[in-house]
């Protein structure tokens, strides 16, 4: 099987993975922070032993101050994601949190023209305009029975600001990984982010122990299913697909998050929230497939 084959047979099970997420976190029931801080820390220790290899470890030992400091400011950027995520979903339903989150290509349409100076066609930018009527629509959609409006606008809002930060980080990593291998910069980001959330943590002493049997199996499958699977294969994926068929793919995960939360926490979503994803994803794979004849 070709390398491309395998990247492509990658996809399904990372998709599948990540989508997994918004249980975890909603199995967990951890102060956000700390969902945050164990999901890449566990995700991080999983991938020690890799360093046994001595291939790997001398990957590492390569990696040089200039390369470091970026992927562990990056580290941050991506840390805070995960705390404005996991709040959301405490506040809003799954369904509108992850299709909210899932906005991110918009934002990196957006903020590569303004950044790295990545043309964004007339076409894309009607796309962009569609993309944000979707949003609204989940946004100020009328939340559930006995849910108070302000709390549930609060958490679309901290979704799409997850959208928001993810789309920093997906810029920042593009450029990162050209110089640094896979584990390494794995290894640094989740050690970076891990040590950072900690020293809040610290400061303001916030529990990180004190937690049921329940929550540690929540937390260890965050860490282990959606971060250290889903997360790699998805990162393993990119560098032998095209970046637009990934991120396609990765579309699928609102559409799997909601039809989990339907399953196991008897969560059915709003058809304000179906229509505004169902105009989200349109206009992403819009976007994705516009910018792929563009280049041609």
């Known amino acids: 099987m070709s390398l491309e084959a395998r990247a492509r047979a990658s996809l399904f099970p990372a998709v599948v993975a990540v989508s997994s997420s918004a249980l975890f976190v909603r199995l967990a029931a951890a102060p956000p922070i700390g969902a945050a801080f164990w999901r890449g820390a566990i995700a991080g220790l999983a991938f020690l032993p890799i360093l046994l290899i001595p291939h790997f470890r001398r990957q590492l030992s390569e990696v040089t101050a200039k390369q470091l400091w970026p992927i562990a400011l990056a580290a941050t950027i991506i840390a805070f994601h995960q705390i404005c995520f996991i709040t959301s979903l405490s506040m809003t339903s799954v369904a509108a949190s992850t299709f909210l989150t899932s906005t991110q290509p918009i934002f990196t349409a957006i903020l590569g023209g303004l950044i790295i100076h990545e043309r964004v066609t007339p076409r894309s930018w009607f796309a962009i305009i569609g993309a944000i009527f979707g949003m609204a629509i989940i946004t100020f959609s009328k939340p559930a029975d006995g849910i ?15 959208a928001l930060l993810a789309s920093l980080y997906t810029l920042a990593a593009r450029k990162l990984r050209q110089k640094t291998p896979l584990v390494p910069y794995m290894l640094i980001v989740h050690a970076s982010g891990s ?10 002493g916030i529990n990180l122990t004190q937690y049921s049997a329940q929550t540690w199996l929540g937390l260890i499958l965050l860490g282990l299913i959606p971060t250290l699977i889903g997360h790699s294969l998805l990162t393993y994926a990119i560098k032998h697909l095209k970046a637009f068929v990934v991120n396609a793919v990765i579309l699928g995960e609102p559409v799997g998050a909601t039809i989990m939360a339907a399953l196991f926490l008897n969560e059915a979503a709003r058809w304000q929230t179906l ?5 989200i994803i349109l206009c992403i794979l819009f976007i994705i497939f516009e910018r792929v004849a563009h280049e041609r």
């Open 148 to 162: 108070p409006r302000d709390h549930v606008l609060e958490g679309n809002l901290l979704a799409l600001l997850a």
């Open 195 to 204: 040590v950072f959330l900690g020293i809040i943590i610290a400061l303001f």
């Open 275 to 279: 229509l505004g994803g169902a105009i």
